[in-house]
């Protein structure tokens, strides 16, 4: 699935499971545990929840159809470019119609929250996730995860004789030997390298990454690339290259392989997709009890964890069943995902490198 086919610049509306009886919601009005609110949408039929999202839309319509099958509460969603979410829910104020936001990246929601949209996230909510990737305003919580990791072609490079580091690849030996992408994710990289070891060396870095890899543009070309034999190695997501696996019939009729990096690296970053409901939202309990849901074992986690989808799930104990390691298993550095609220040094600075 290309990334054109997957973001559209236009609103991209649908109603899903329409006309599900209001008795549904009564029956199971209380199983999933939301946090305060009222009882607006009861009169005339179910409540109808409107998310805004910067996610795969298949995969935010399956969980709102689930979400429905369960509640009796309808969703609404609106998928399109993060950036354009964000500004739209902005300019809209308090009169937009959105009741929840869920991105793809942790830094689009990351600014709602630092615009004080967000409405606080129910405490045992939270408490249902990788506490690790919770962010510190706790105004939003991760329902999917990817990590950073590096794809490589086993013909071309052995496994051992990788980097041990993402900061090692500034070295001129690594120089054509390497892809890689100024995706979002790529920025969030930067905008952690920033955070750790300072904006001067991380522009040092970039400008070496310009000089020894090749930019592929995108993470797909990026795997691409690497599987046809044109490069050793690149840096990407785990979930294009899982991606491509389900299409092929599984990891092994792939030639490429991924490396996660067995210690903290800027290279292993894990990086939340989240949810949040707005502040402005009239279906506060609705909207909370959709977020209760999202992270569920026995809820949105399942789906999330299906062969349906290749991200991670973060709810612990919900296990991948496309063969994705266990999230506890990896090692990425620590840092609050509410640090990728604000990249635009991050942007500034690969500009500056003339990398975009």
Known sequence: MSTGSRRKALWIRRAVAAGVAATALAACSDSAGGAGGGSAGKAGGATSLTVYTGQHEETIT?????????????????????????NQILEEGDSSPADLY?????????????????AKVDDRTLSAVEASLVPGTRDWVPYAAR????????????????????????????????????????????????????????????????????????????????????????LSNHYYWWILAQQKGG?????????????????????ASGAGVLKSSKHQR??????????SADGGQKLIASDQNAQFPVTPGV??????????????????????????????????SGIA
Not at 251 to 267: R, V
Not at 286 to 295: I, P, R, S
């Open 319 to 352: 296990t991948s069943t496309i063969g994705l390691p266990p999230l506890s298993t990896l090692h990425p550095p620590t840092v609050d995902q509410s640090v990728f609220a604000d990249v635009s040094q991050a942007k500034d600075l690969i500009v500056q």
């Open 102 to 118: 869920l991105s793809e990246e942790p830094g689009p929601i990351g600014q709602l929250a630092a615009k004080k949209l967000l």
């Open 62 to 86: 399956a969980l709102g159809e689930q979400f429905t099958k369960e509640t009796g509460i309808r969703v609404d969603v609106r998928a399109g470019e993060d950036a354009d979410l964000v």
């Open 147 to 234: 990590a950073r990791v590096i794809y490589y072609n086993p013909k071309l490079i052995h496994e051992d004789q990788l980097p041990r580091s993402i900061l090692d690849l500034s070295d001129p030996k690594w120089k054509g030997k390497f892809a890689y992408a100024p995706s979002g994710a790529f920025t969030s990289t930067v905008s952690y390298l920033i955070s750790s070891i300072g904006a001067d060396r991380t522009l040092s870095w970039l400008k070496a990454i310009k000089a020894n890899g090749v930019n592929e543009q995108s993470n797909g070309k990026v795997r691409d690339t690497i599987e046809a034999g044109q490069h050793p190695f690149g």
């Open 286 to 295: 609705e909207a909370q009890k959709f977020l209760a849901w999202l992270v």
């Open 251 to 271: 990891p092994d009729k792939l030639t490429s392989k991924l490396d996660y990096f067995d210690h903290p690296d800027a290279g292993s970053l894990v990086l």
